[in-house]
């Protein structure tokens, strides 16, 4: 029997998470980070996703978007499936890569946004991998201050708009998020 189909509950704004399995790596070189960055934009493309926030970190992924459609479930498939199976070409791995499902949780209003966004830019800091968030390459916290380009698929129009209704008063609160303790 199949699992039940996840409910987009009503909200518009979900943090997804999914975890390498056993809290394996599931990035192993820069190819690898590309690649599911690649993927990530054809998914967000084809289920009409709007992705606030992103962090890959070395065994797990963050995404924040806005599910416009209640295909968050079949989207996570269609990218997890397909990221895990140029893994293994590429790695010549087999098994399972991630481990389990995803996990969602609603964000249902502006401080959850700025909330959100501030956990998902300092992960890799808090990991002790980098210093900054900015320093983070795997991360949009650079794109959405204005220091990197941002990938297609980022929605810094729909960001900017919840933090601060205009872009640069948006990238300054994103800083000060950054300074929070």
Known sequence: MGRPHRSNGGCVIQHLTVR????????????????????????????????????????????????????ISAGMRDLLGTYARRFHRRHGTS??????????????DDRQVAAVVRYVATNPVRAGLCERPADWMWSSYAASVGDRDAPRFLDLTWLWALLGRDPEVARAHIRALMLQP
């Open 20 to 71: 390498g399995n056993n809290r394996r790596p599931i990035f192993l070189d820069d190819v690898d980070h590309h690649g599911f960055l690649a993927a990530c934009g054809r998914v967000t493309e084809e289920q009409e996703w709007r992705v606030l926030a992103y962090c890959l970190m070395p065994n797990h992924v963050h995404l924040v978007l806005g599910a416009d459609t209640p295909r």
């Open 95 to 108: 098994g399972h890569l991630f481990g389990g499902r995803f996990h969602n949780v609603p964000v249902e």
